[in-house]
């Protein structure tokens, strides 16, 4: 059992209040997972984790607004590793995003860039290390997607702006091994150009032009190259933080999407120096980060200044992180499987790999 507070967090740089859930293990019964305070003071101290959620406007459980069924791609995790009294989970709404957002500037969503949510992430760092429950020298970081891509660069940053706290020891990469933002969606690419430009029939037609902005094309790897070229170019000389176009029903983050861009392969040069404790897991049936970085014969090579790591390709595992029995189809993913993989619970293979994880922390 565990209780929940409703907690507000202030950035590193100071700027935002981020909403949040605290889960804190019940103490009255004892757990091989947590310690005691040395001396006279019998207070349980406890590992912490921090969820570090993927790209978009997504909430402390891993939902978008409006749509439904809601995702909830970290509610059974969080609340698994409260249950079992593994460690306290705080997770947070995104800056602007849902209890987070800021009445006086509805856009703070689309103005925040890469380093700004990494001082969101510090501000929680620091608020656990500081809790009178939690064990300073046990925080675990685990990102999805984007907060996986993250790790290292939270990691160096707790280093350069918190170096009176303890560095973070333990990361999760969940569906971000490894990667550059940039590789991901030109990986994301290569697979709509296979499931989609190559297909016939009205579907992939329509989707053909809404991706690859073309209906017929003599190349579509160049194509869909060329326009990840382009987009990278407008961006990089883009000063705006964010820009609205059809009538304000699309916007386009500049500065996040400028700021991993530039940063750019410096993440993977983080990653290298990263010298904690890893826990690797990709998905087979992942259509938007490449799983192969999971691969046990190459995952130590991305982080060779590791203590530990354990890399792990999880069965059927989708981005979603649900578990997909059919073969992996981008086309399917983008039209049916949005739809009706949210519908299934969070797969039990993933919440066990990661629980059984944070158990062997000592």
Known sequence: MYSTEQVSITSFDKTTK??????????????????????????QKFSAVIIISGSGPLDRDGNAGGITPPFNLYKALSEYIANERLAVVLKCDKRGVAKSADPLDVNKFWKAGMFDLVDDVLGQYEYLANHPKVNPEKIIVIGHSEGAILIPLIAKSIKEKLPN?????????????????DQCVRYQGSLIVRDIAMKPGFKAFILRKAL?????????????????DKFVKEVVNSTEDYKSEMFGLKKINLKWNREHIVYGEKILEDLKEYTGNILAIGGEKDLQVDPKSCEKSCAPSYAPNAKSLEAKIIENLDHLLRIQTKPADMMRYLTED????????????FIICVGDWIKNIS
């Open 18 to 43: 981020l909403a949040g859930s605290l889960l804190i293990p019940e103490e009255t019964v004892t757990s091989p997972y947590q310690e005691t305070k040395p001396n006279t003071d019998t207070e």
């Open 165 to 181: 706290l303890p560095p973070l020891k333990y990361g999760i990469f969940v569906c971000g091994y490894a990667y550059t933002l």
């Open 212 to 228: 690859l902005g073309k209906f017929f094309s003599d190349d579509w790897t160049a194509t869909f190259n060329d326009a990840r």
């Open 338 to 349: 949005m739809k009706t993989q949210i519908k299934l619970p969070v797969a039990d293979s």
